[in-house]
């Protein structure tokens, strides 16, 4: 079976549908990491914690947090990709599983999986 696959700055807009043969699992780790650009308050921290989480020096998210620059640059790849606010930077693990993140992107973007 072949499956999905989006391009690393890949964005859905509101029109979005997917065919019968996506399935569920495979699509929900690719839209993770698709660009979602804007998303609600909790869903911005739960990702900046996420990109803290995986970042080889999550303490430069303290030290952007007070005005030095986002820590991912191009020698370091970002995991999600999403506006960052500063202002709600909180340190702190994630609180959401991958299922749970994914279903509250999918509700902040009003997006809809076709039920079979």
């Known amino acids: 079976m072949v499956g999905c696959s989006f391009g690393k700055f890949c964005s859905f807009g509101k029109q979005c549908s997917f065919g019968d ?3 569920f699992e495979t699509l929900g780790i690719q839209l993770l990491y698709s660009n979602l650009k804007s998303v609600n308050d909790e869903l911005t921290l739960e990702l900046m914690r996420r ?3 995986f970042h080889p020096d999550p303490e430069l998210f303290d030290a952007w ?10 020698q370091i790849e970002r ?3 999403f506006n ?3 202002e709600l930077w ?3 693990k994630p609180e959401m599983s991958d299922y749970e993140l994914l279903l509250a992107i999918m509700k902040d ?3 809809k ?3 079979k």
């Open 21 to 23: 043969d996506c399935s």
């Open 51 to 53: 990109d803290a989480q």
């Open 65 to 74: 947090a007070n005005g030095g620059l986002y820590p991912y640059n191009k």
């Open 79 to 81: 995991a999600y990709h």
């Open 84 to 86: 960052e606010r500063k």
């Open 90 to 92: 909180r340190p702190g």
């Open 109 to 111: 973007k009003n997006w």
């Open 113 to 115: 999986l076709k039920q």
